[in-house]
């Protein structure tokens, strides 16, 4: 037996066999680190925007919703079920199927890519003047959701790839390029919006060139490392055969998986619209404020990463009992991060909302959101971590569900109670927080009754 294949042999008895808290904390850390990161280079792209004035603010808030709608497709329903496929096939033994998978991974990463370019350029004008967007709001917005989104391909393959590594168990890899990215990006999009450097000021524009051309490198370095690395499993031409039922073996995870990203963002997108009624200060600090949540996935995904790969392995092994302990320890984790980190912006909301805007409008409806909405950060945690552990189960309907819960109740209440009984903003924000609190507890107690174990 090789040194290399000793090195892989131990990752998969340490994912089957060691003790879930302190191998969850090893495999999290490197993705906590990246996604912490990558969370700062999105907002420092807020804070450089913000030195451009309220109005491109207030567009790249219009535009932020639709991006991370595509990064939680990309790298969380369709990224979970490929690191769920790989580890499931590889806790199985079977080395060959995980290979075969990664081309269908590829496949399905361009197929995304496609859907989400032609399905903007149909109506993503429409969405952002629906949302609110008018005049120089809504020109700014377009130009940058133009070019993001054509160049969508290489966000989407760099996801995917990113979740093979992920699915063998390696988080080092994929975070040390995210960390890699993290550092080129913060400069390069401030030189990009600001006109550092002698480069000419792009606005916000400045903003999507930088993101993809980071990505570009990014791609380009995972694909290398998959062919020519050392890992369990590499990209061969050889295993290039495209098969119904490992096409199955993702869907079955991604396509239920899709509906929880999906309404997730259809409800900040309307309740964007409803707040956008009450003008561009009030979209503006609503944006700053829900930012911080949209912000908060990003570190989940760090655990949550982890978890999809333990409990896919274990699943794979048939080893359920263990995979529902690795889910409660992340799940549990993760409620307290995202929980405490919610507290204090509620108790001071000067600290994050004051990094962006001097706009006193604008400062204090974000204010009023982190007041309300930070303490149930919490149960977003909880919630969205257990999504991740489901993923790695191959069983998302409770967690689906929860989402389509959290979708009806608080778009149909703030509704009401905006046009029916002349609430103001914080009639919207109560009804945010509700949504995280069913969304966590509805997932948790199905776990706790046993989601896992049915057929």
């Known amino acids: 037996m090789t040194q290399v294949q000793t090195a892989v042999d131990d990752r998969t008895y340490q994912l ?33 925007v913000g030195r451009l004035g309220t109005t491109s603010l207030a567009a790249i808030a219009l535009v932020f919703p639709m991006l991370m709608l595509m990064q939680m497709m990309s790298g969380g329903a369709l990224g979970g079920a490929i690191t769920s496929a790989i580890a499931r096939a590889i806790g199985a033994g079977d080395i060959q199927k995980a290979e075969v998978l990664v081309w269908h991974a ?17 109506c993503g004008s429409q969405l952002l003047t629906i949302l609110g967007g008018q005049d120089e709001v809504l020109q700014q917005a377009l130009v940058y959701a133009d070019l993001l989104f054509s160049g969508a391909v290489v966000l989407w393959i760099s996801n995917s790839i990113s979740a093979v590594y992920r699915g063998m168990g390696n988080m080092k890899f994929p975070a040390t390029l995210m960390i890699f990215g993290a550092f080129l990006q913060v400069p390069l999009s401030g030189a990009l919006i600001l006109g550092w450097f002698g480069l000419p000021q792009l606005g916000i524009v400045g903003a999507a060139i930088s993101a993809l051309s980071v990505a570009s490198v990014s791609t380009i370095l995972l694909v290398v490392g998959l062919i020519f690395g050392k890992e ?183 509704y009401v109670g ?25 997932t948790a107690l199905a776990i706790s009754l046993g989601a896992w174990r049915t057929q």
Request: charged letters at 10%; aromatic letters at 14%; a positive charge.
């Open 418 to 442: 905006v046009y029916w009984f002349n609430g103001g903003p914080e009639t919207v924000f109560y009804l945010a927080g509700f949504g995280m609190v069913l969304y966590g507890g509805v």
């Open 232 to 414: 369990t499993i590499t990209l061969k031409t050889s295993h290039f055969r495209l098969r119904k039922n490992h096409f199955f073996d993702i869907t079955k995870v991604a396509l239920p998986a899709s509906l929880s990203p999906l309404l997730t963002v259809i409800t900040i997108l309307m309740l964007t619209g409803l707040v956008g009624r009450f003008g561009n200060a009030a979209l503006a600090g609503y944006g700053i404020g829900s930012r911080l949540e949209f912000l908060l996935v990003p570190m989940v995904f760090g655990i949550g990463a982890a978890m999809t790969s333990m409990v896919g392995v274990n699943v794979g092994a048939k080893n359920i009992q263990r995979a529902e302990k690795i889910a409660w320890t992340g799940g549990l984790l993760a409620g307290s991060v995202t929980g405490i980190i919610g507290c204090v912006m509620a108790l001071f909301p000067h600290l994050w909302i004051g990094l962006f805007t001097t706009d006193q409008e604008a400062y204090d409806i974000g204010y009023r959101f982190l007041q309300i909405v930070g303490p149930c950060f919490a149960f977003q945690g909880l919630g969205l971590s257990l999504y991740f552990a489901s993923q790695g189960a191959g069983k998302v309907n409770w967690p689906v569900l929860a989402t389509i819960f959290r979708f009806v109740l608080t778009v149909s209440g703030a």
């Open 16 to 48: 089957l066999h060691h003790n879930p808290l302190p191998l969850l904390l090893k495999m999290a850390t490197p993705n906590a680190i990246a996604f912490l990161l990558q969370a700062a280079v999105s907002m420092a792209e807020v804070w450089y």
């Open 106 to 122: 590829i496949v399905m990463a361009l197929l995304g890519a496609g859907m989400f370019f032609v399905l903007y350029f149909i």
